[in-house]
């Protein structure tokens, strides 16, 4: 999903909404605008120097991605607004007195034109140059690498303290209940994984490109992990009472059959259409990469998801054991 900046709102949208980025873009291009209500504002004569368009162009933009481009910024001063924008700035926007409106971009809206702009070839240029900077803001913050950027989340440690205990649950079911060699392990967590997000273990690391040795949950964000941990512990709850009803063990065929009704009942559908969100469009924007039986689930991640991983209260996972260091010693002695 590798698409041009011009042709896929999903890309355009992750950079705007990178506040990390974005600052690191924002010195790059140098251009400060008039500050206004706390932003800076730029017309249309300031982006079609700028971009060395003409205004019609502008225009042109403004009505193919008009919703676009006000949620990023882009709003029509009137008014009062108008006034007080006219009395500071009134020697810079060479707009005559009597206009009872005014078009103004935000430094946001301003770069989103820039990256839809196919016209300009400084337009073309500078979106090179952005997915440069992206990519840095993102390594650099991240420590180098991305692979454990889930760790930077303050929920993650949570998640995966009480992990082991849900995953006992499960294991120990499968071990009392089903009438099956030890390979049942491997088989029924590939399937919690397939009905959660569509892969199985082997699959899931060869596009995170882990190692052999490297744990696959090490990897995923809280939510995907709690939603396992509720799963497994479902699974497990309905195998021991049918295994109690049936006074045996289960058949890999009954638990199968098990895997199918829980995995469909509607009580599950919003969560894994969550977590399966989650995982691909978090995976897309933080780590660059793609899930393909995901890939329909992909959505721009919100200025709130990026600060999550890569603001000023993301740590890496090393700052949050020791802070939490009385947390794991209590789980060690229960």
């Known amino acids: 999903m590798n698409k041009e900046l011009t042709n896929s ?25 008039m500050l206004f209500e706390g932003e ?19 225009e042109r933009y403004l009505n193919t991605h008009a919703y676009e ?20 700035f009134a020697p810079l926007i060479n707009e005559g007195s009597k206009i009872t409106q005014l078009g103004v971009f935000s430094f946001r809206a301003f770069l989103n034109l820039g990256m839809l702009l196919s016209e300009s070839e ?30 930077r989340d303050e929920d993650f440690i949570q998640a995966i303290a009480k992990e082991p205990q849900y995953r006992k649950e499960f294991t120990s079911a499968l071990n ?21 997000f569509k892969e199985n273990a082997k699959e899931y690391k060869q596009i995170l490109q882990l190692e052999e040795k490297e744990n696959a949950r090490d990897t ?21 009472n049918k295994a109690e009803s049936l006074r045996r063990k289960l058949l890999p065929s009954e638990l199968d059959e098990i895997f199918e ?21 978090r995976d897309y924007g933080l780590r660059k990469i793609v899930h393909p039986a995901l890939e329909e689930n992909i959505k721009a991640l919100s200025k709130g998801e990026f600060d999550r991983f890569l603001g000023e209260k993301s740590k890496e996972l090393k700052e949050r054991l020791e802070e939490n260091i009385e947390v794991f010693k209590r789980l060690r002695d229960r």
Request: net charge positive; hydrophobic share 35%; aromatic share 10%.
């Open 220 to 240: 995923m964000y809280s939510e995907v992990l709690t939603l396992i941990a509720s799963f497994e512990t479902g699974i497990a709850h309905e195998m021991r």
């Open 40 to 58: 800076y504002k730029f017309t249309k004569a300031m982006l079609s120097e700028f971009y060395e368009i003409d205004f019609s162009t502008i």
């Open 122 to 151: 400084k337009a073309k240029d500078l979106r090179s140059k952005i997915l440069d900077i992206v990519l840095d803001s993102i390594y650099q913050t991240a420590g180098g690498s991305t692979k454990y950027i889930n760790q």
């Open 261 to 281: 009704t829980f995995s469909n009942h509607p009580a599950q559908k919003p969560h894994i259409e969550s977590a399966r969100t989650k995982m691909a469009s």
């Open 69 to 88: 481009l006000q949620c990023n910024g882009y709003e029509v001063l009137k008014g009062k607004k108008l006034k007080e924008f006219k009395e500071q």
């Open 9 to 33: 709102q999903v890309d355009r949208q992750n950079i705007l909404n990178n506040s990390v980025a974005m600052n690191a873009i924002r010195e790059y291009i140098g251009l400060s605008g």
């Open 176 to 196: 009392e209940c089903l009438e099956m060699g030890n390979y049942k392990y491997s088989v029924y967590t590939d399937k919690v994984y397939k009905a959660i």
